[in-house]
């Protein structure tokens, strides 16, 4: 007998038809003797409902109660499924993250699980039950209600795998498997077989969301192996472990984008000791990510460009903060939210000579002008403008071989 943690996302749940499927998969797991524990998303598109009726209220909607409200989606899905699991004559429960409980620890809309009761749950997978949790959720120290961060319910099902000491965890989702590059983006894409945990989380950073990126971070951390499979189909889906037991014959796994960057320039900044430090250390302060930075000499000598990507949510904001900069003397400041950033992700990077130069030679081929770079040991990530976007994944699918 083993103990599995099985985790449903929002379009597996996204109907009252779906749902009975999954009842019908967790009955399978249940009767081929496992104890299963169940971890839900809400249905598909319910959370964005629920923010956006919080926006209707207020721009400014409380963040107590706004955890609250976003809280409840999964809550819905959690009994939809009970109930449906208890038609099939099953012994299932529903626990909500204050019944169990979750504790989490940070700011609402952006907790971290810390901890949770596993005795009550335990003792009720010991008499033949199936628990039902609700992902993306728990409660803090003062026991308010709190959610975890968008695409979260992964992060649910990880910690629930690595603190009630799992045999394994499932992420069912609406493709099966992780693939080359988003497959309802890139037909041609390839599921992969198996990918280490730095390569995923790479992926799942710069944008391939089906698994949250802060998820595969805990299951680096503890070495828990996922499973990421299809809710629709029986196939095999991608194994996610670690890289020793990985053999990497090509140096490119995976190509990911993300519409989420936005470039600022400052021009004709003026050129001496500690500018950087002047431009970045306010932004640092505010809690904005600066990711990529290019330096230009310009034309007169004297004064230089900087040019620096951030979050898009964060551009008026960065750019209040730099206009109300008074250590730093500059020209202009102009922006580019138009852009997308596109990665190569690759553990065989690291001993593939010449993969940067067969990235920058696909994209001129192709007329595709980079903006900015950044690279680490197993990543490289280009901006470019957003509507050529489809293009470069689909020239760097083909060139590093993956279609
Ligand atoms: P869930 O609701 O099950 O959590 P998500 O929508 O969060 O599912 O994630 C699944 C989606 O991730 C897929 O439908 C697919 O469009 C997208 N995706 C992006 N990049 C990839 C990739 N490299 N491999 C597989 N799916 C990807
Ligand atoms: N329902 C939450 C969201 O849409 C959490 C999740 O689905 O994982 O972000
Ligand atoms: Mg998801």
């Not at 997978?125 to 199936?130: E, M, P, R, W």
């Not at 095999?236 to 053999?247: C, M, R």
């Not at 551009?315 to 102009?334: D, Q």
């Amino acid at each position: 007998m083993i103990k599995k943690v099985l985790k449903f996302g929002g379009t597996s749940v996204g109907s009252i038809e779906r749902i009975q499927r999954v009842a019908k998969i967790v009955q399978k797991e249940h009767d081929n003797g496992n104890k299963i524990i169940v971890v839900v998303s809400a249905m598909a598109g319910k959370t964005n409902e629920l923010l956006s009726f919080s926006k209707d209220i207020s721009s400014n909607f409380n963040n107590r109660e706004l955890d609250v409200l976003l809280a409840s989606g999964e809550q819905v899905t959690c009994a939809l499924l009970a109930g449906a699991l208890i038609n099939l004559k099953l012994n299932a429960k529903s626990w909500l993250s204050w019944q169990i409980p979750i504790l989490t620890e940070g700011d609402h809309s952006n907790s971290r699980i810390i901890n949770m009761n596993i005795e009550k749950i335990n003792n009720f997978l010991d008499k033949k039950g199936i628990a039902i949790i609700p992902g993306y959720q728990g409660i803090s120290s003062s026991g308010d209600t709190t959610t975890i961060g968008r695409g979260g319910s992964d992060a649910t099902a990880v910690a629930i795998a690595k603190i009630f000491n799992t045999d394994s965890c499932e992420i069912y989702t609406d493709v099966d498997g992780v693939y080359s590059s988003d497959p309802n983006k890139i037909p041609v894409a390839k599921r992969i077989e198996k990918i280490s945990y730095d390569e995923m989380l790479e992926l799942s950073s710069l944008g391939a969301k089906v698994m949250q990126s802060s998820a595969v971070q805990t299951a680096m951390m503890y070495n828990i192996p996922l499973e990421v499979r299809s809710t629709f189909t029986d196939r095999n889906g991608t194994k996610i472990f670690s890289q020793e037991s990985i053999d990497y014959t090509k140096s490119v796994t995976g190509v990911a984008y993300s519409k989420d960057d936005a470039k600022i320039t400052l021009i004709g900044v003026e050129d001496k000791p500690g500018i950087a430090a002047n431009i970045f250390e306010p932004l640092n302060k505010s809690q904005i990510n600066v990711d990529m930075v290019i330096q230009n000499i310009s034309s007169d000598q004297k004064t230089t460009d900087i040019t620096f990507t951030i979050k898009r949510d964060d551009l008026i904001k960065t750019k209040k903060i730099l206009e109300l900069n008074k250590e730093i003397k500059y020209n202009k400041i102009t922006h580019n939210d138009k852009v997308s950033k596109i990665s190569i992700v690759g553990a065989g990077m690291v001993s593939t000579p010449g993969v940067t130069y067969r990235m920058f030679k696909a994209l001129a081929e192709d007329k595709i002008n980079i903006l900015a770079i950044s690279t680490s040991e197993i990543k490289l990530s280009v901006i470019i403008d957003e509507d050529r976007t489809l293009d470069a994944i689909k020239k760097l699918h083909t060139v590093f071989e993956l279609d």
